[in-house]
């Protein structure tokens, strides 16, 4: 299942918040060689408008990725939201990742889940899920301030709630996400469910950016 999937490359994840440097989760998305300076034009104007995201564009033929290019392509490595998990493990915070979702936003704030997908039961990541559907956004919301965006809903113990919070400051701070919304202590986050002793932390997902080329 992607639940068993991701727990073990979050495990293996170790950057390091001091020295920004380490192993990090990457989505790998592939465009046609032709589309990469629109897309990159789309990336910049995200950029500009406080949706950065870091990226790796990896040349056909590459060697040194998991993730064969094919010819005629180019591809784009977008951080998970999952490292973010893996940070908090490596700070000794205990972390369940729990939803996938799609987050709607009104007047440039997050207001509730719309629709969530539990990693437990699918073999598929939520995230490209609800980008095969086209129902994402972005561009509205950077444009208008309203609209749906990806995002995923981890839970933490109540008594790390604070340190997480801390840690998470700094996760923004240095690029991994650019959103990041923490819940009170066992109550829903944005409508999501949070288990008894839990607190729910939304992230937004990496591959945003990914949806806005789409778009």
Request: glycine share 8%; aromatic share 6%.
């Amino acid at each position: 299942f992607m639940h068993a999937r991701i727990e073990e490359m979050i495990y293996q994840t170790d950057f390091d918040l001091e020295k920004e440097r380490g192993l990090v989760i990457a989505n790998i998305t592939t465009i046609k060689k032709e589309d990469l300076d629109d897309a990159l034009q789309i990336l910049r104007y995200l950029s500009e408008h406080e949706m950065d995201c870091r990226i790796k564009v990896i040349e056909e033929g590459a060697s040194d990725h998991a993730v064969a290019v094919p010819e005629g392509h180019v591809g784009i490595a977008t951080i998970c939201s999952a490292t973010c998990d893996g940070i908090l493990l490596k700070h000794g915070i205990p972390v369940n990742i729990n939803y996938g979702g799609m987050l709607r936003f009104d007047k440039n704030q997050a207001s509730h889940y719309t629709d969530l997908i539990a990693y437990a039961g699918t073999t598929i990541d939520p995230m490209k899920i609800f980008i095969s559907w086209n129902t994402t956004s972005v561009l509205d919301i950077v444009e208008t301030g309203a609209g749906l965006l990806l995002a995923n809903v981890r839970a933490v113990p109540d008594l790390a709630r604070d340190e997480a919070s801390k840690i998470l400051d700094r996760v923004v701070a240095v690029g991994i996400t650019d959103y990041v919304d923490i819940g009170d202590p066992h109550s829903p986050v944005l409508g999501a469910p949070v288990a008894a002793g839990m607190t729910g932390i939304s992230v937004s997902a990496g591959l945003n950016s990914i949806a806005a080329i789409q778009e």
